[in-house]
């Protein structure tokens, strides 16, 4: 499975953009996925995931509320609207892709075997 992300821009404080993570490969619709971001000399963190059939769905505390993540197995891809964008959002984000479906804390801190390579977003004040 490769994963290509997209979608990422310079927006101001209270803007949105919708990141788009395209995958190749059938199998792909029966995975987990997940976004991920890193700020400039911050670890990677957690955003939001999204199960296999799109009814379950995970979001870090800090995005609840002004991100959606949801999926198109149709078109083998994942999106993630980010609505009421603030600057502590600017990073690079990543979304990533593993076979084993995840519960609770598991999609923070499971394991993903796929991962894109970044898209970058920065929001200005």
């Known amino acids: 499975v490769q994963l290509q992300a997209s979608g990422g821009g310079l927006v101001q404080a209270g803007g949105s953009l919708r990141l788009s993570c395209v995958a190749s490969g059938r199998t792909f619709r029966t995975y987990a996925v997940g976004w991920f971001r890193q700020a400039p000399g911050k670890e990677r963190e957690f955003v939001a995931g999204?199960?296999?059939?799109?009814?379950?769905?995970f979001y870090a505390d800090s995005v609840k509320g002004r991100f959606a993540i949801t999926r198109d197995n149709v078109k083998n891809t994942v999106y993630l609207q980010m609505n009421n964008l603030k600057p502590e959002d600017t990073a690079v984000y990543y979304c990533a892709a593993d076979p084993v479906s995840k519960v609770g804390s598991a999609w923070m801190t499971g394991t993903y075997a796929y991962w894109g390579q970044g898209t970058q977003v920065t929001v200005s004040s």
């Open positions: 999204i199960r296999w059939s799109g009814t379950g769905t």
